[in-house]
């Protein structure tokens, strides 16, 4: 498996150009395609075995957006890619969710704000991946939703052994309680052997890079839309010798409901998706790809 190295995929990289605006009026700059007959997003739908991008799949929320970027550029965009779990039987302890939780709009809206907010050219279509495909280390950053039900084929797991250990990053949200941690610290016991989470603190400099974070903040689900009491937002992250960062969790978070449903109310996009989702999902990728 080969990975480029993280330089020849943007360039330049992530230059802010303008902050998140405030109350809405980011939603309102966005072309965007019709969406899908009501809003149904988040949980699990059937996806074609080929189906390679999420363009393919029709919006759940309020519609995606459309853009291209400069002929010429081909070579040297950013591209969201979606991690496919679905050979493997879901482990036992899955309650809910699934590797389509939150796609299409997830991908897409985030891959538009990252066009529109940074001088990144980014991927209109984004990608969906599974570990074995042959041309998953040209895609440095990967996405996997709902790990708590994530299951992986022997197969999968030495191919996403071989892709984060040369060069490639995880980064996967909405996960729950103890159980589904635990899900995803077994399951990397097998991925990555003798590897260990490690609680990322907030004095890290990625929480410097682009926007100032000063805390871990929650993002619920749409239809709780507050803060669910008792739950604790961890950002733990696995880290190589050297000491790049390859895996990071947000656990006890949705950010991707952040993402995805950041048109259908406006009072959970100002406080949730322009707040929180957003800012540490630009700041994540802009680490990544320059660390």
Same mark, same amino acid.
């Given at each position: ?14 230059? /802010? ?13 966005? &072309?965007?395609?019709?969406? &899908?007959?009501? =809003? ?7 996806? $074609? ?12 929320? %309020? ?15 950013? %591209? ?19 590797? %389509? ?22 991927? $209109? ?44 990053? /995880? ?39 682009? =926007? ?12 709780? &839309?507050?803060?669910?009491?008792? %739950? ?21 978070? +949705? ?9 259908? +109310?406006?009072?959970? =996009? ?22």
């Amino acid at each position: 498996m080969r990975v480029f190295p993280l330089c020849r995929v943007v360039r330049p990289i992530l230059l /802010l150009v303008a902050g998140l605006v405030v109350g809405g009026g980011l939603y309102a700059q966005r &072309g965007q395609r019709g969406g &899908g007959g009501g =809003f149904y997003g988040g949980g699990q739908i059937y996806v $074609p075995p080929g189906a390679k991008t999420a363009r393919e799949i029709p919006s759940r929320s %309020t519609g995606t957006p459309e853009w291209a970027y400069a002929a010429g550029f081909t070579g040297d965009v950013f %591209t969201f890619a979606r991690l496919r779990y679905d050979a493997a039987p879901r482990p036992a302890t899955a309650a809910r969710g699934g590797w %389509t939780t939150d796609c299409p709009d997830a991908d897409l809206n985030l891959s538009y704000r990252l066009q529109q907010m940074t001088s990144m050219k980014v991927d $209109p279509n984004a990608r969906l991946l599974r570990a074995t495909d042959r041309d998953l280390g040209s895609y440095p950053f990967l996405f996997a939703s709902a790990p708590g039900a994530m299951g992986l084929t022997d197969a999968e797991v030495v191919a996403l052994r071989a892709y984060l250990q040369n060069g490639g990053f /995880l980064l996967m949200t909405d996960f729950w309680g103890e159980s589904e941690w635990a899900q995803v610290e077994r399951l990397f016991q097998t991925i990555l052997p003798g590897s260990h989470f490690e609680e990322l603190p907030i004095e890290h400099a990625l929480y410097r890079s682009v =926007f100032q974070i000063r805390e871990k903040a929650q993002v619920p689900n749409i239809r709780i &839309g507050i803060k669910i009491p008792g %739950t604790q937002i961890h950002h733990r992250v696995i880290f190589d010798a050297q000491g790049r960062m390859m895996v990071m969790g947000l656990h006890n978070s +949705d950010d991707s409901d952040g993402w995805e449903r950041e048109g259908e +109310d406006h009072e959970y =996009f100002k406080n949730h998706s322009e707040k929180v989702a957003y800012p540490l999902a630009i700041n994540i990728i802009f680490y990544i790809m320059t660390h």
